[in-house]
């Protein structure tokens, strides 16, 4: 479900830049396995996707079915409940993942966050790098909020009870993925710094 929702925000996002198959092709890998790269090599572990076939035919499978049913995908699809629930899923899914690497690789509380970070968001950041964007998480979204949430809460339940378990897993699980849902229902942003300054015209 994580890899059909990062499938079509890249197909969208290969439509509205105007890149041709290949170049959608290629977001769509970034974003869907960039984060998950990174991750592993930071832990000095093959990459899941190099040792795996099914997410590259998943990749392969999702991108043709884009392709066939491109005719119905349009930026309103970004703002279905069923879109976004795939998103908080991912997200969630994502985050975790990172934060439980990094506790059995016994990284400190900082370590930890930035791992969480990676693997929830890495992709997507490393996405729009490429196509010259300023992260959205960087501007609106909350993202980066929920991989930390997860990190911390995990974290701190390893710290005192030496390891995690199902349900301190399964805790995190919902309540992130909660928090993602409501902060899209209610429109939550972080505050933005004001600027104190007068740009030049």
């Known amino acids: ?4 929702h990062l499938q079509l925000a890249d197909f969208l996002v290969g439509i509205r830049k105007q890149f041709d198959i290949l170049g959608v092709a290629i977001m769509s890998a970034i974003t869907s396995f960039g984060g998950g790269i990174i991750r592993d090599a930071i832990v000095s572990r093959m990459p899941f996707v190099f040792t795996f076939y099914y997410p590259s035919i998943t990749l392969f499978v999702v991108f043709i079915f ?3 049913f491109r005719r119905l995908i349009n930026d309103k699809l970004e703002q279905k409940i069923l879109f976004i629930v795939m998103d908080a899923i991912g997200l969630v899914a994502f985050a975790i993942s990172g934060t439980l690497l990094a506790i059995d690789m016994d990284f400190n509380l900082f370590g930890v966050v930035i791992l969480s970070f990676i693997a929830a968001v890495g992709g997507s950041i490393t996405r729009d790098v490429i196509i010259n964007e300023i992260p959205l998480l960087l501007r609106s979204e909350i993202y980066g909020i929920i991989a930390i949430y997860c990190a911390l809460i995990l974290f701190i339940y390893s710290y005192f009870f030496d390891e995690y378990n199902i349900y301190i897993i399964s805790f995190v699980s919902i309540s992130a993925f909660v928090l993602r849902i409501i902060a ?4 939550w942003k972080l505050p933005m710094l004001p600027q104190h300054y007068k740009q030049d015209s």
Do not use: Q, S, W
């Open 66 to 68: 884009c392709m066939i």
């Open 184 to 187: 899209y229902i209610r429109k």
């Open 1 to 4: 479900m994580e890899l059909l």
